[in-house]
């Protein structure tokens, strides 16, 4: 205990890869005394002084990639480099209270064995503290600061996900002391993925299919769920109706290792949003810098792609939104799409997005239905076939 009082809440500092551990309740309640003991040591002491706090920097200045070397697998993490909150400056004294706010409510969290939502965590603290928190975005912040100074996962520090994700198709699921949920047997709907990640870690996986086909969309899910095309294509459908949340994408993660063979073949928009939602399983994100890499999966990209764009009528592409040339330029600052495997870069990533960019188009999945509401199924596997996942 006193060499960790030493380190003036500094934990593993010595790592030049930066991760967040999962811990019990009992170890992040230690490293929150530890915390609250340095501060008042620093406090008492001859020379008295509020100490910064030391958070690891989230920055995309401070993100790299990790290269698989032994596997396809690559992931963002954060480098050895900090950043304060500070309570003597006064665009950080805010921020600064904030954080010691919210680890005085997960302190609680843990000591109660409950488990709180964000959204729960936010009008919790809206309640109490209404002149540090005013808005969900000040609170997911400061989670995040609370995962960069005590060093370990949200999920460690009460904090539960909030899902939106789907699972449908050839795929059996149950949890402990539960009946068997077969999901081709949930209709279009689909099986809703809980926030629970100690739930999800639970569960047992069983599966005949032959490919695991992540769809960007609800609707296309809807619509491949309806039909149920993994009757034809052996497959399991996910979704996480848009960008991916953390439960969705832990899912997938357990799914890759729960069936290791399975190749993984993403169904995006032909746009800067849709590559980003399918980098964002690949990679992680750097908002989760801490945790990215527990969650990363070796996606393929099946489609859209620019050679699809034959397929689709003219006055059915749509010019570039303002948005989409953000995040376009975010992508091409990154570093995920430089990433190379075997001297290749990651599927000519940085090729469809120049070309996306360069053309000031955009491309929906729905454009396929020009050849009739039957020719996803088609189109899913002429491209499965053309790129010799069979």
Not at 45 to 58: E, V, W
Not at 257 to 265: N, Q, S, T, V
Not at 272 to 297: D, N, Q, V
Not at 355 to 376: C, K, N, P, T
Request: hydrophobic share 40%; glycine share 4%.
């Amino acid at each position: 205990m006193e060499d960790l009082s030493r380190s003036s809440m500094k934990f593993y500092s010595d790592q030049q890869q930066c991760y967040a551990d999962i811990l019990t309740s009992l170890e992040v309640r230690a490293r929150i005394e530890v915390s609250v003991l340095n501060f008042l040591k620093n406090l008492n002491s001859p020379d008295p002084a509020i100490s910064d706090l030391p958070l690891i920097n989230r920055r995309l200045s401070n993100s790299r990639v990790n290269q698989g070397i032994l596997t396809d697998i690559s992931s963002i993490f954060l480098s050895h480099s900090f950043c304060t909150r500070s309570l003597m400056k006064a665009n950080a004294a805010k921020a600064f209270v904030r954080v010691w706010k919210v680890m005085e409510m997960c302190f609680h969290i843990l000591v109660e064995e409950k488990q709180v939502t964000q959204r729960e965590l936010f009008y919790k603290l809206l309640c109490d503290s209404p002149e540090y928190f005013t808005s969900q975005l000040q609170v997911n912040r400061t989670i995040q600061d609370v995962v960069a100074l005590l060093r370990c996962s949200r999920y460690s520090l009460g904090i539960m996900a909030s899902s939106r994700g789907l699972v449908a198709g050839r795929l059996l699921l149950q949890e402990p002391n539960h009946e068997v949920v077969d999901c081709s047997a949930c209709g279009s709907s689909g099986y809703a993925i809980s926030g629970d990640l100690n739930l999800l870690e639970k569960l047992v996986m069983k599966t005949d299919a032959r490919y695991i086909i992540l769809v960007e969309k609800h609707a296309i899910f809807h619509r491949l769920a309806e039909d149920r095309v993994f009757d034809k294509i052996p497959s399991i459908l996910i979704t996480a109706k848009g960008y991916p949340d953390i439960a969705t994408r832990f899912f997938l993660h357990k799914m890759t290792r729960a069936f290791p063979d399975l190749p993984i073949l993403a169904l995006v928009d032909w746009n800067p949003a849709g590559l980003a939602i399918l980098c964002t399983f690949k990679f992680g994100s750097i908002g989760m810098g801490l945790e990215a890499y527990r969650y990363a999966c070796n996606v393929k990209w099946l489609g859209l792609r620019g050679d699809d764009l034959q397929l689709i009528p003219e006055q059915s592409l749509a010019p570039l939104k303002p948005r989409d040339l953000q995040v376009a330029r975010s992508l091409m600052s990154s570093k995920i799409l430089q990433v190379k495997i075997n001297g290749v870069c990651q599927e000519n990533y940085k090729e469809e997005l120049t070309l996306m960019v360069q053309s000031g188009q955009r491309a929906e999945i729905e454009a396929l239905y020009f050849h009739g509401y039957d020719y996803l199924e088609k189109y899913i596997e002429k491209k499965i076939v053309q790129a010799n996942y069979i």
